[in-house]
Structures are given as structure tokens and as C-alpha cells.
């Protein structure tokens, strides 16, 4: 009897480690990427106080009737005829289009003075693949206006990079698209001159009927003004700050559609997964088989839907609640494990007992899925809308 009592021992406590173990992983993973994560801000913190004496900006302009006498304007104006080619893994898309500005007599003379010709004025800040775009002046020659005024207007076809996209809330989110327009020479930029590019006063429309979106609806589009302060002064003695127009195009997703085609799987899934508990704890074959068949499922639903949106170090709405039903169902193998061996053990004439306690913790593990579930759906998307 006395030999039996430290072999029954070490049996329990070996079934207790072996059941703590993926638990134990779990939490090993946990501190390893927040002490990673940590490592990398204090690292970013050092680089950036230490290294670098100012920092990059852009800030919103001045009121055009707040301009000091060192300030000259030019305005500025812009038609996208179509918009194409999206790309939201690599964070790109085409536009076609057409812009325009506008300047007097005293910003001529100072372009005179410092060589500076109407084609080099503008430069498109977010273009890329520079090989394969257009963007050159309409006419050889700006056309001169009444009272001594300067017309140019310039041609576009290129691929852009978008800077504005946010998946956050993902699949129900919002879509920009900037096209960016800085002024290019240096000469436009100094402490004694600085030229302001402002919305043009006749701009009257900004997308032409090829401004669709295929998958989106359109919702509007948005010119502004802004000082792009650069953080390097170029090897001069003047830290440049541009001024640049931007145009932000607004796309929306389709809430139904997006809703049909990733999270109702999702809840489908999850139903069946959330349902299993009423299988009867005799089955522990078919318990168990419900939740690992529900999490290979979840992670080749997440592996398709990653397909379709780049890398992000963040995670989406649609990321938060796969990661909750990952939870949901680990937590329900383990519990159907328990229930399965605890029916199994039981004698025959603790059966229907064994059975009850099975059924309430089943209920009490469904009662609480469903909050969790319904807890992180609804952080995850105040924490977007914030």
C-alpha cells in the first residue's frame, strides 16, 4: 500500500505537467515577443534622441490670408481621369490625370532670376516606378494670362505609393488614395523665399468618370495644403521645407459584401465550434474531433485572407477575432480532453453523474465563449473607430 501511494503521486503530478505544458509554451511565446518587441522601442528611443537633432513633419499651411511678405503663392489644381491597378499588397495603384498652376508676375521674375523653368516646378512625391510614367507639360510654353499672370498645365500617368492605408478595421475599412505634389527646387524653399502651393480658386471638380474603384464605393476626394519640413539640411545651411498639395481620394468597402465573405465563414465556424458541448460527453471521439478540425480551418481561412493585404504590424479586426477563436477552440479541446477522461474513469454506476458535471461545465464554457467572443469584437472595434 505504501509503495503505491508515491507511484500514484508521480502519476498525477506527470499527467498535471504534461496538460500545463502547452500552456506553459504559450505564455514562453508571449514573453519572448514583448521582450523583443520592448527591445526594439528602447533601441528606436536611443537611435532617435541621439542621433538625429530634428525630426520630420508635415503640418497643414497657413490660412492664405495669414501669408507673411516672404511668402509667395501659386495655385495649384488637379483632375484624376481614372484610377487603376490596385494593389493593397504592395501599397500601390495607377492614376491618370491632368494638373494645373498658376502663378503672377513677381514668381515669374524670381524663376528668371534663378533659371528655374515651368517643367521643374513640381515634383510628384509619391510616385513610383519613374521609368514607366508620364508627366510633362502640356503645352512647350506657360500661357500668359491677364494682368501679367502664368497658366501651366501638365499631363500624368504613373503609379503611386499610398502612405494612407489602414486595415485596423479591416475588412470593413476605409481606403485613400494620395496623389502628393511638392514643389521641387530648392530655391522655392529657403529661409528668404518660400513659394506655397494653395487649392486653385476655379478647381471644380476632381475625379473624371473613370474615378471608380472596382470592389469600392467612392465616397469623395479632398485637395489640401501642407509644409513638409525635411529632417537633413542636404549638406546646406538650411533645413528645407517644402510646400506640398495633396489630393486624398476616399474609397469604402462594401459592408455587406466584406461581411458575406470573411466574417460570416468566421461565425460559421465558430457556431459549429460553440455547438459542440451539446454532443453528448459519451462521444469523446467526436468531441474531440470538432475543435481541431475548426482551428485547421480558422488558420487556412486567416492564410487566405492574409493573401489579400500586406504585412502590418498591427492586427485587424477580422486578426482579433480569429485570434479569439483560436483561443475558443483550444480551450475546447482541453475541455472535451477533461470530459473525455473524466466519463472514462468513472465507474459504471457514476456514469450519469459523471455526465451532469460534464454538461454544466459545457454550459458554463459556452456561456462564456460567447461573451469573450462578443467582448473582443466589440474592443477591437471601438479601439478602430478611436
Request: glycine share 4%; net charge negative; with cysteine.
Amino acid at each position: 500500500m505504501t509503495e503505491q501511494m508515491p507511484q500514484k503521486s508521480r502519476n498525477t503530478i506527470r499527467r498535471l505537467t504534461l496538460r500545463l505544458l502547452p500552456l506553459a509554451l504559450l505564455v514562453l511565446a508571449i514573453s519572448m515577443i514583448w521582450q523583443a518587441g520592448t527591445k526594439q522601442a528602447k533601441e528606436y528611443v536611443y537611435l532617435d534622441d541621439h542621433q538625429y537633432d530634428h525630426a520630420e513633419s508635415i503640418v497643414p499651411q497657413i490660412p492664405l490670408e495669414e501669408i507673411r511678405d516672404d511668402q509667395v503663392v501659386i495655385y495649384f489644381g488637379i483632375h484624376v481621369e481614372k484610377i487603376y491597378e490596385l494593389s493593397l499588397q504592395s501599397r500601390t495603384f495607377s492614376a491618370d490625370g491632368s494638373l494645373w498652376i498658376e502663378w503672377d508676375s513677381a514668381n515669374q521674375k524670381y524663376m528668371d532670376k534663378h533659371g528655374i523653368a515651368p517643367h521643374e516646378l513640381l515634383n510628384l512625391v509619391n510616385q513610383i516606378e519613374r521609368w514607366d510614367s508620364t508627366f510633362e507639360p502640356a503645352t512647350d510654353e506657360p500661357i500668359v494670362l491677364s494682368a501679367g499672370r502664368y497658366y501651366q498645365r501638365y499631363k500624368f500617368s504613373s503609379r503611386f505609393y499610398d502612405d494612407e492605408i489602414n486595415f485596423r478595421r479591416d475588412p470593413f475599412d476605409s481606403l485613400i488614395l494620395p496623389i502628393v505634389v511638392e514643389i521641387a527646387p530648392g530655391a522655392m524653399s529657403q529661409k528668404y523665399q518660400q513659394t506655397l502651393l494653395y487649392p486653385h480658386h476655379h478647381q471644380n471638380g476632381f475625379l473624371g468618370m473613370s474615378g471608380e474603384l472596382s470592389g469600392y464605393q467612392l465616397e469623395g476626394a479632398m485637395l489640401s495644403s501642407y509644409i513638409h519640413q525635411y529632417p537633413s539640411q542636404f549638406g546646406e545651411w538650411y533645413r528645407p521645407a517644402f510646400s506640398q498639395a495633396r489630393l486624398d481620394i476616399v474609397y469604402s468597402s462594401d459592408y455587406w459584401s466584406a461581411f458575406v465573405n470573411w466574417v460570416l465563414p468566421f461565425i460559421i465556424v465558430m457556431s459549429v465550434v460553440l455547438l459542440s458541448p451539446a454532443v453528448a460527453g459519451s462521444m469523446g471521439d467526436v468531441r474531440l474531433a470538432i475543435p481541431s478540425t475548426a482551428l485547421l480551418t480558422l488558420i487556412f481561412m486567416q492564410q487566405a485572407y492574409h493573401n489579400e493585404i500586406p504585412s502590418l504590424p498591427y492586427l485587424t479586426f477580422l486578426d482579433q477575432l480569429f485570434a479569439c477563436g483560436y483561443l475558443i477552440s483550444l480551450g475546447l479541446f482541453a475541455l472535451f480532453t477533461w470530459g473525455t477522461n473524466v466519463y472514462t474513469k468513472a465507474p459504471k454506476d457514476k456514469k450519469e453523474e459523471a455526465m451532469a458535471r460534464i454538461d454544466k461545465v459545457d454550459v458554463i464554457f459556452q456561456i462564456s465563449s460567447v461573451s469573450a467572443l462578443a467582448f473582443v469584437a466589440a474592443l477591437s472595434w471601438s479601439n478602430t473607430v478611436s
